[in-house]
């Protein structure tokens, strides 16, 4: 019930991380695409393929033509793993491909591969450690009513056993 909660937020964190890295990185690529910088280009997909969370960068023409890529990068086939059995090496990861636009044309695409499951991993530990604090309120909780329970019960018994007959003759 709370982790079901917990699920849905980190897939919508997720889904707003990754469309902001990408369009972050295709409009900083707009600019060197345009003017034809293959360095600074290269210089950009080493600098998103440095972050534990990226696992390669790429990026390609409005033809499909590769102009420049990290040093890490695999083709895609591999990044998907479509040679290998039920396509497990693509596992935990998540292609991110967004058109490079300069002056409302297409002049590029930028292909960014994203560990998703780093980041799940970082906050699955994290949602698991909440929700074992909020169990553990949850109970303390319980068991704090049930003493207060007993002790109001407990005190209104001792007082109706006194004598009724002492309290009136005196």
Known sequence: MISKGNERIQANQLETLTKLLISQAALTA???LSEQDEKRLKALTNQLSKDRLVFDATVYDAEGVLVASSDSALSVRDV?????????ARIGRQQLVEPVINEGNVIGFIRITFETGKVTAISDHHY?????YMYMMIVTSFISGLLLAFLLRKRSYTRSSDNILLKHTG
């Open 30 to 32: 707009s600019e060197f």
């Open 80 to 88: 998907l793993g479509l040679d290998t059995p039920l396509q497990t």
């Open 128 to 132: 698991r450690k909440s929700d074992r």
